[in-house]
């Protein structure tokens, strides 16, 4: 076997898409550690500061309970595990009859909580 065809493999196929930008800047970890740390934490703070938590609460009627919730929790962590979102669930204080859904995370994972409820 010629030498050359060992190490063609450690080169990406020239049919593959660039690597994203945004993701991976400068040397990869992997061979220049030291280099890219710098690089990593300062391009990873901008990225965290945009992902915003939002507390969302929905009122729904002490009937609807068992159903959001279900079988020993089946549907509630059903609802927590496809959303991303955290949920609780507790009595309205002052209102008889209703139940208090409190949905925290992303914009996007109370809206497919609240979607999931309904």
């Known amino acids: 076997m010629p ?44 990225q965290q500061s945009v992902v915003t938590k939002v507390t969302q609460h929905m009122q729904i009627p002490l009937s609807y309970a068992d159903a959001v919730i279900g079988a020993s929790g089946s549907n509630i962590s059903y609802i927590r595990r ?23 995370g992303t914009s996007s994972q109370i809206q497919a909580a609240q979607q999931l409820v309904q």
């Open 82 to 104: 496809v959303s991303g979102a955290s949920i609780t669930i507790q009595e309205t204080r002052g209102v008889p009859g209703e139940m208090t859904v409190e949905i925290s």
């Open 3 to 46: 030498l050359s065809h060992h190490y063609d493999s450690y080169y990406p196929p020239t049919e593959l898409p660039p690597m994203d930008k945004h993701h991976h800047q400068g040397p990869s970890p992997v061979y220049a550690r030291d280099a890219s740390m710098g690089i990593h934490s300062s391009t990873a703070q901008p």
